[in-house]
């Protein structure tokens, strides 16, 4: 069996896409405005978490090798997050790191 990849549509960077998937103009803004809302809220949040994981490895006077034993990731995943790359992290993973050095995360609403 031949799997099908032929490649039929490319979105234009900058485009919106709620407009290519047949939405109405008024609706697909809407949806746009709201998508990028939520993607600039959720980068926010992992920039907040991994300052939080970088100054703690600074506090500690670690090396990235040194603390990646310790969160239990590899030394690129804590150059990554030192050098805040929010697109490599999921807002769990982060989470995760901060609670195996003893770092609560509380969320706040509103």
Known sequence: ??????????????ANIFLELGFAPAEAKRLQV????Q????QLLKQQLMEELSTWIAEHHLK?????????VSRPRVSDVVNKKTAKF???TLVEMLS??????KLVIG
């Not at 709201?34 to 809302?37: E, P, Q």
Request: charged content about 30%; glycine content about 4%; aromatic content about 0%.
């Open 1 to 14: 069996m031949k799997i099908d990849t032929e490649i039929r549509h490319v979105t234009k960077a900058g």
């Open 90 to 92: 999921t807002i769990d």
């Open 34 to 37: 709201a998508s990028r809302k």
């Open 100 to 105: 195996r050095v003893g770092i609560s995360v």
């Open 64 to 72: 990235q090798a040194e603390a990646a034993e310790i969160l239990m």
């Open 39 to 42: 993607i600039k809220d959720t």
